[in-house]
């Protein structure tokens, strides 16, 4: 539990880059992701838990890191933040991590959303 992933859309590399955070609850690894693209959860947000193995159908791994949380600490704090819904400048995938983590995204590769996430946010480490 608690690996930040970094993906790029399939089928081939493009810009388009999505981050989650890795949960692996009843011996099924998930991951938790705020996606434009996510149906609406119970809950009335846009952050879904998807089987990882689901996940990487669409999306390949370009880059991982530990956040160093363990299952009961992910889960404590997507719930606060379970209600909310994507928006491209407030709540995107980037500052959902950030959120759930407590620390600035790491990454070698900054993407387009990531730099203006820093102009704004702070810069990444």
């Known amino acids: 539990s608690g690996i930040v992933v970094k993906g790029y859309y399939k089928p081939?590399?493009?810009?388009?880059k999505h981050y989650g955070i890795t949960s692996i609850e009843n011996?099924?690894?998930y991951i938790y992701h705020n996606d434009p693209d996510n149906t609406i959860n119970e809950s009335g947000?846009?952050?879904q838990k998807t089987?990882?193995?689901?996940?990487?159908?669409?999306?390949?791994?370009?880059?991982f890191?530990?956040?160093?949380?363990?299952?009961y600490e992910i889960k404590k704090?997507?719930?606060?933040?379970?209600?909310?819904?994507?928006?491209?400048v407030t709540f995107n995938c980037i500052q959902f991590i950030k959120k759930v983590t407590k620390r600035p995204i790491k990454t070698k590769h900054p993407t387009g959303i990531s730099v203006i996430d820093a102009m704004f946010y702070g810069k990444k480490k």
């Open 27 to 29: 011996n099924n690894i």
């Open 12 to 16: 081939s590399y493009s810009l388009v």
């Open 45 to 47: 947000g846009s952050i």
């Open 77 to 88: 704090e997507v719930k606060k933040h379970i209600h909310k819904k994507f928006n491209w």
């Open 65 to 71: 890191y530990d956040s160093g949380l363990n299952t």
């Open 51 to 63: 089987k990882l193995s689901e996940w990487l159908k669409q999306w390949d791994v370009e880059e």
